[in-house]
Each structure stands twice: as C-alpha cells, then as structure tokens.
C-alpha cells in the first residue's frame, strides 16, 4: 500500500515538472496557438524603390530655341530669290534699282540700291537697320523688342524697315503679327519686295539665314548680322557711327 502512494506521488512530480518545462519555454502555448503569447512568424524580405533627385520641371515654359541651321526646311532659314520670281526693274540714271514699296501698316517706302548700300529717301539724315524677318523664326521674333528699344532710344536718328520673307501672309495674320507682337516699325510683304532680296543675296552673300540685319548710313551699309543679334552689339555699332 506505501509503494503504490509512493509511486503515485512520484507521477505527480514527474507530471508538474513536464508542465513548468513545457510552459517556460513557449512550446506548449505555441503548439495550441494561444494569442496571449507572441508567435514569430518568418519574415518576407522587402523590396524599397529607389531613390532618385527630385527635378521641378516648368510645363508652361517656353521650348529652348535652336540656333538657326543653314538649311532651307528651318524656320530660320529661307529658299533663295532666283533669277524668274523678279519683278520689272526701275533703274536710276546711275544704273542703280529703285524699289517702290508699301509696308504692311500702309507706309510707302522707296529704297535705291547703291553698289555700297542703300538710300531711303523717306528717312534721309537717319541710319536705317533694315532687316530680313520671319514670321515663324524664333531668333527674329526675339529681336523684335531690341528694334523697338533702339527706335525709341534714337528717336528721330534711327529706323528700322523689316521684310516679311517667310510665306506669303493675308492681310488679318498681318496686322495680328504686328499687334501680337507690337512692332512699332515698318514691316514689308516680302513677295513685293523679291528684287530687294535678290540683291542683298547677290551683294552681300545673304544665304537666307534670318534674321539678316544691316545697319546703313549715308547709303554706305555699315554692318551687317546673319542670325540673331544682340541689345548690346547693336547698340555699341550705332552709336560708333552716329558722332
């Protein structure tokens, strides 16, 4: 009877010290899941995007200009006069042609060609930048507010007379051109004046890069600029010229 106690007390030991291991070491809550205590679970491994420099990019501003290509398919580029798109020649006695023109506003304006130069009889005593000008050239447009600055600043000793040589345009794009663009000058229809080109390609090696702009005085040209021109260049030219 004491041997059977003694065994059973034995068991009884045997199963509390069974439970205090299993419990202390998680296996036994972990088997049955128990959500009192912590499970790990296998971690899965990440993917993190890469980090790159942040650009702030202007949508609304304008596209870079491209410096103009001496090519005829540029907008900054013209095809030629040839000998068969000229007008019938008005010569004066010293064999020199006289262009009879109208500027787009409605403003006559003659030009007599000299072998150095050019005469404007409209704006005698006065240096004229007379300028070959496209309608979708971007480097002309952006000369348009240095030619108006430079008329305003020499009021009454400078002009400037421009020649629309890109398409032909009617008379609405016209006056939109000038008014969007706020041209305070002359500007000419180039179809009415292709002789006045054909001579400034046979006189000046104009190769129809626009803009093409020259600075004359007393009739003599002075100087002249294929492509785009600067405020300064042009100011320092003229006021070389106008002691």
């Not at 069974?18 to 088997?31: A, P, S």
């Not at 900054?76 to 020649?89: F, G, R, S």
């Not at 000058?185 to 179809?191: F, H, K, R």
Request: with cysteine; proline share 6%.
């Amino acid at each position: 009877m004491i041997n059977r106690l003694s065994m059973k007390k034995k068991i009884v030991k045997i199963s509390i010290l069974l439970t205090i291991m299993f419990t202390h070491t998680g296996c036994f809550f972990g088997y049955f899941e128990n959500p009192l205590v912590p499970v790990e679970k296998p971690t899965q491994a990440t993917y993190t995007q890469p980090t790159h420099q942040v650009v702030n990019v202007n949508f609304n501003a304008p596209p870079p200009t491209v410096e103009c290509a001496d090519n005829s398919s540029s907008a900054c580029n013209k095809t030629p006069i040839i000998a068969n798109e000229l007008k019938p020649k008005l010569h004066t006695s010293t064999g020199g042609e006289v262009h009879k023109l109208r500027s787009i506003q409605g403003e006559p304006i003659t030009i007599v060609e000299r072998s150095n130069g050019f005469i404007f009889p409209n704006h005698q005593n006065k240096i004229v930048i007379l300028e070959m000008f496209g309608k979708k050239c971007t480097h002309c447009l952006k000369e348009i507010p240095i030619l108006n600055s430079l008329r305003r600043k020499y009021r009454g000793r400078v002009e400037v007379v421009a020649v629309q040589v890109e398409d032909k345009m009617s008379s609405l794009e016209a006056k939109s051109l000038i008014r969007r663009h706020k041209i305070r000058y002359p500007l000419i229809a180039g179809e009415s004046a292709t002789n006045l080109q054909y001579n400034i390609q046979n006189t000046y090696g104009w190769t129809g890069i626009l803009p093409f702009t020259m600075v004359i005085k007393n009739g003599v040209t002075e100087f002249t600029y294929p492509g785009e021109v600067s405020y300064n260049r042009l100011n320092n030219d003229i006021k070389s010229i106008l002691r």
